[in-house]
């Protein structure tokens, strides 16, 4: 951009002409400029001119200097040609260009000289420009800064705050044409459009505008910043927090719904609205309590059904906004714990044998706030017996007497009901007798009976001995004492024999009892008779064609492989020769010895009990 300039045109015989300018004023409120403009003669001297005419001067598309052939002057160097003043009008933005031009004849009537130029002038100040502006949040009054360079001569100047770019949400007020900031002091309700356009977020882009209105025009300067909401968390307290237990059983009992009994109280949260702020909405309530958490959209109810708690515990409630801001509010829900009523249960006869017998029942049960109490009752039945008489209620912790017939054993039900609840025991009452019990005219002992055999040790009515060996039971031992003489008992000497299992569990071959096989007198060993020899075979060499010498035992001609086969019955045997076979009639003699067949063994003696 330019406040001044020139141009030389061309030359003829070293004349020419130079075209000057210079910004004369600059009229910001109607957008125009003046210039100062000359045309100078130059070369040559005063002494050495040539007549020159025909001059025009076009300025910006307009002539502002003409003259005819016949308006000649002397043009020598420095000769002024002509000079004046033009007004050129600016673009709406304040921007401009301009050319000029200058012809003229030189020591001619034509025009023979020419020249030109352009340059964009100096911009006329036409709006207002943002230099900076803050993020800002809703309760803040956010202050902008700029420039002016046009100063009063603008029309008008204003500021707004737009939400799309194509609306002053927060109106447009007047701002100082010469200043270079300004805050703006938000209404409540331009706060409230800021908050309602952003009603699911705590941010949003928001647009500063800055507007000039100069010479009829209008221009806009802008700047994109963030607008945040703060302090937009819900208005919830545990005031909006109620709750109560929903069983009418457990209230009717404790008389307070504020108090829920263990595992038995139903627990039902209210929850009340509560206030979103700054254009929000209410998105949805959890409540959380013993580590279960429920949801719900609005305000209302919660059914949470049975807790088992024995303490106090801490529901906490969650209120959500559309937005995403939270806040939790909480209150203690009190619990009375609460379990089924236990006892410890004595049962016995006395001295553990007689018919007096004993029943104590030491009962433990829940207080709830001491709203709670047991009754306990018992009812019998021999063991043999399909059903239990009369219950009978006694007190807790308390002994009660009766006879019970030693000869059988009962069975008892005893029954600890509370308010809530009831647990039952089912005990057993044995026999009347002793666990250990010493006899000392039969010196015997008897466990759970009284022995019946003297010099034994009976348990529930028979001997040990009778246990461990009942008639049938066999007895090995090293040494030759009959058993008789050590447990009593009729016992059968057993020899010449092994043990041997049964082949079947019904007895039947080879069954119990029974005994076969056979030995050799103490040896186990036992010699084959020929007709026990197996049919054999015997390999032995002889000469093709050869002839075999009985007497001599021997053959002649040459040798091959050959052998006879041998049949014990009848003593003949078959040659072998060359795959055929040559009857005979002579006999061979075998040694049989004997051998032994039984396995290695121990002896003892053995019995078998028979009564």
């Known amino acids: 951009m330019a406040s001044s300039g020139s141009f030389n045109t061309s030359s003829y015989s ?12 600059q009229d910001i409120g109607n957008n125009r400029t003046v ?16 007549k020159a005419g025909s001059f025009k ?9 003409e003259t005819g052939q016949n308006d000649r002057i002397s043009l020598y160097n420095g000769t002024t040609v002509a000079s004046g003043q033009a007004t050129i009008g600016h673009n709406s933005d304040g921007t401009k260009s301009f050319s000029a031009s200058v012809e003229a004849g030189i020591y001619t009537y034509a025009r023979n000289v020419s020249g030109s130029g352009s340059w964009a002038l100096t911009n006329i100040p036409r709006q207002a420009n943002l230099t900076s502006a803050p993020d800002f949040n809703d309760e803040q009054n956010p202050t902008i800064n700029y420039s002016n360079p046009a100063g009063n001569s603008a029309n008008n100047l204003d500021a707004c705050i737009s939400l799309t770019g194509s609306k002053d ?43 000039t209105i100069i ?31 929903n069983n009418s059983t457990t209230t009717a009992v404790t008389g307070n719904n504020q108090q829920l009994v263990q595992n038995l109280s139903k627990l039902l949260v209210t929850i009340t609205s509560a206030t979103a702020k700054k254009g929000a909405s209410i998105s949805k309530y959890e409540a959380t309590i013993n580590g279960v958490t429920k949801t719900i959209t609005s305000a209302g109810n919660i059914d949470y059904g049975v807790i088992n708690s024995s303490e106090n515990l801490t529901l906490s409630v969650k209120v959500t906004d559309s937005r995403g801001n939270t806040t939790t509010a909480t209150k203690t829900v009190t619990f009375l714990a609460w379990s089924l009523p236990s006892a410890v249960v004595s049962l016995k006869r006395k001295n553990n044998y007689e018919n007096e017998t004993y029943l104590t029942v030491n009962a433990s049960y829940s207080s709830v706030n001491s709203k709670n109490s047991i009754t306990i009752t018992y009812a019998f039945k021999k063991s043999t017996d399909s059903s239990y008489g ?26 600890i009901k509370d308010k809530f609840g009831t647990t039952t025991y089912n005990v057993t009452l044995a026999k009347g007798q002793f666990i250990l019990f010493v006899d000392t005219k039969k010196l015997s002992v008897g466990v759970n009976c009284f022995p019946s055999k003297s010099e034994s040790l009976e348990v529930n009515g028979k001997s040990i001995f009778d246990m461990i060996y009942p008639v049938g039971s066999i007895y090995m031992s090293m040494n030759s004492t009959d058993p008789k003489n050590l447990f009593g008992g009729t016992w059968q000497r057993l020899s010449g024999g092994f043990l041997y299992g049964c082949v079947n569990s019904s007895g039947t071959g080879n069954g119990t009892g029974t005994s076969t096989g056979a030995a050799s007198g103490n040896t186990g060993s036992t010699t084959l008779t020929i007709d026990q020899i197996p049919n054999h075979s015997h390999l ?63 002896a003892v003696f053995c019995w078998k009990r028979t009564a």
């Not at 210039?35 to 040539?50: E, K, P, Q």
């Not at 938000?186 to 941010?203: G, H, I, Q, Y």
């Not at 007190?395 to 005893?414: C, E, R």
């Open 215 to 245: 010479g009829g025009n209008t221009f806009y300067s802008t700047i994109t910043k963030t607008l945040s909401i703060v302090n937009g968390n819900p208005t919830f307290s545990s005031s909006n927090i109620s709750y109560k237990d």
């Open 57 to 65: 001067v076009v300025i910006n598309g307009s002539t502002v200097y």
């Open 35 to 50: 210039i100062n403009w000359s045309v100078v003669g130059a070369g040559g001297s005063t002494t050495s001119w040539y």
């Open 540 to 602: 032995l060499k002889m000469r093709n064609a050869g002839k075999w010498n009985w007497s001599s035992g021997s053959a002649t001609g040459d040798m091959m492989e050959g052998g006879y086969s041998w049949n014990a019955n009848n003593t003949t045997y078959n040659w072998l020769i060359e795959n055929s076979y040559v009857g005979g009639s002579k006999g061979h003699t075998h040694t049989l010895n004997s051998h032994t067949h039984i396995v290695p063994y121990i």
């Open 390 to 415: 009369s219950a009978t209620t006694i007190s807790n912790n308390t002994k009660v007497t009766m006879s019970k017939d030693k000869n059988y054993a009962w069975n008892y039900q005893i029954i």
């Open 169 to 211: 949400d927060v109106g447009y007020r007047a701002i100082s044409k010469t200043g270079s900031s300004y805050t703006f002091n938000l209404t409540e309700a331009e706060r409230n459009v800021l908050r309602n356009a952003c009603t699911t977020s705590n941010s949003r882009s928001v647009t500063f505008f800055v507007r």
């Open 14 to 25: 070293g004349r020419y002409l130079t075209f000057n300018w210079s910004i004369a004023s």
